[in-house]
């Protein structure tokens, strides 16, 4: 089976700007969680969504927002970018959310200038 | 709350050595307690998972992981490190039948010595 996809892999924008980025999960996974990364923060939990719903969702401002297509991909959207949201963003699906084990994408590399 | 501790920063262990990287955790009721693997510029890999059962979880590349409630600990081992192991090593919780999300530790960096 084919693993996690995220598109794009590298993005630079400047602040201000908008930006989506897309997750394909594994085929037959419902569940997809999405991930922030820095060196000060560690990783944080975004959102989590299962069967078009969002289940769960982080601590983060509003700026933030997600959805998932019937198809089970997702995509994540970061409005009004700030310097601090240059980060890596990951993407992890599994079967469900609740036991089942989560498998990660290689992740977006967002640089916002 | 459910929270995890990785105490380590840093963990650095010659090559052929036992390796050993430490993870308690917080959560009310029962855990389900991962651990991950980062490599630079990679997403995390999965290496094992606690939901029940027996204590001593065996998962890839020859690492195993003990389970011990009453210690609310979850330490990553294997008995004979490899350079190749050198890497980013991430703890996870998420309480059983919860709809809470999983929970990362800061996560430990290996270098095995040649």
């Known amino acids: 089976k084919a693993g996690v996809t995220q598109t794009p892999r590298y993005l630079i924008k400047t602040r201000g700007q908008q930006v989506t980025l897309s997750c394909s999960p594994i085929s037959g996974h419902r569940s997809v969680s999405w991930y922030q990364q820095t060196p000060g923060q560690g990783l944080q939990f975004l959102f989590e969504?299962?069967?078009?719903?969002?289940?769960n969702k982080g601590n983060f401002p509003g700026r933030f927002s997600g959805r998932q297509f019937s198809n089970s991909r997702s995509e994540m959207n970061v409005s009004t970018l700030e310097l601090g949201d240059s980060a890596l963003y990951l993407c992890?699906?599994?079967?469900?959310?609740?036991?089942?084990?989560?498998?990660f994408g290689p992740g977006t590399r967002l640089t916002v200038l | 709350a459910q929270s995890v501790a990785q105490p380590e920063d840093q963990v650095n262990v010659a090559e052929g050595n036992p390796l050993t990287v430490k993870c308690t955790y917080s959560v009310s009721g029962n855990p389900y307690l991962f651990w991950y693997v980062q490599y630079p510029n990679r997403g995390l890999q999965f290496l094992l998972k606690?939901?029940?059962?027996?204590?001593l979880v065996k998962g890839s590349y020859g690492f195993e992981a003990e389970f011990n409630k009453s210690q609310t600990s979850f330490h990553l081992k294997k008995p004979s490190a490899l350079v190749s192991d050198s890497a980013l090593y991430f703890c996870?919780?998420?309480?059983?039948?919860?709809?809470?999300?999983?929970?990362f530790g800061s996560g430990t960096q290996l270098t095995v010595l040649p």
């Open positions: 606690y939901i029940t059962g027996d204590n």
């Open positions: 992890a699906s599994s079967t469900a959310p609740s036991t089942d084990t989560q498998y």
């Open positions: 996870a919780v998420r309480a059983s039948g919860s709809a809470r999300q999983l929970t």
């Open positions: 969504y299962f069967s078009e719903t969002q289940r």
